[in-house]
């Protein structure tokens, strides 16, 4: 029987130390160079392109959530350090927030709108035009003697109708025959007659010329308002042509939407 020598009968376990030191030096290398990457072909651009499956770190942070004590998770918002903090309730007033395009609600005070006031205007200047061109009713011709209505509830009745001379005693007033005339008005309504717009023209002839209004010591005006049942007189002074005019004629009204009342006659000596 050979023998072997020392040499010999360790050779085979110094190689199988060689080589699982060998794999063990293959592995390491294997394992810090990462998976094994596809082979490109040639001329293929070789930049790295990212991972875009990989979630960023700060996206991820949003979606992180975390649960408290009791059971309960609260959402927390990532910054863009990438720092997180708790959302906390928002208690500031929202009543003085307002959405961008959002419509305004309907306010429930009625508003005079510029637009409207100026309709109104527009409409009530109309009508007052309209009343304005409307000429008043002349009522029937009655002998100066008669009594006329004023309004619903009054009348007027010429008391004096007389041929008389005026002196100049105002810029503008004329010295010459004149005719006097005082008229007188009873309030048998229940209520006040307004009689601040009581107008009475006089005219001549049978052409109803105009006849100037005069004015001198002798008269007077009718109050602005006339009470119920009481009566009221006024005297007024007209210039004539000539000392003989004629035929006078005059209208009388108190500006209260009623008709005007004529009356003509001959006035005496």
């Known amino acids: 029987m050979k023998r072997q020598t020392l040499a010999e009968a360790s050779a085979p376990s110094l190689r199988w130390i060689a080589l699982a030191a060998t794999t063990m030096l293959l592995a390491g290398c294997a394992a810090s160079a990462g998976p094994p990457r596809a082979a490109m072909p040639a001329g293929a651009n070789t930049q790295e392109v990212p991972d875009v499956h990989a979630p960023a770190a700060s996206e991820s942070s949003k979606a992180a959530a975390t649960k408290d004590s009791d059971g309960t998770s609260t959402q927390l918002q990532g910054t863009k350090d990438g720092a997180t903090h708790a959302d906390e309730p928002d208690t500031a007033d929202k009543s003085k927030e307002t959405t961008p395009g959002a419509e305004p609600q309907p306010s429930t005070t009625p508003e005079n709108k510029p637009q409207d006031l100026k309709a109104r205007g527009g409409l009530k200047v109309a009508k007052d035009a309209d009343q304005a061109r409307k000429q008043p009713v002349v009522a029937k011709t009655v002998p100066l003697e008669a ?46 007659l307004d009689l601040s717009h009581t107008e009475l023209l006089a005219f001549a002839g049978a052409e109803l010329t105009p006849l100037a209004p005069l004015s001198d010591p002798r008269t007077t005006s009718l109050e602005p308002e006339l009470a119920a049942g009481d009566s009221a007189t006024a005297t007024y002074l007209f210039a004539l042509p000539e000392a003989k005019p004629g035929e006078i004629t005059l209208r009388f009204s108190t500006g209260n939407g009623e008709n005007i009342q004529q009356l003509s006659g001959t006035p005496s000596a």
């Open 147 to 192: 009594t006329v209505p004023v309004g619903s509830a009054a009348k007027m009745t010429i008391k004096e109708l007389s041929l008389t001379k005026a002196e100049a005693e105002g810029i503008g007033q004329v010295a010459g025959p004149a005719v006097l005339i005082t008229l007188r008005v009873d309030n048998r309504g229940k209520k006040s």
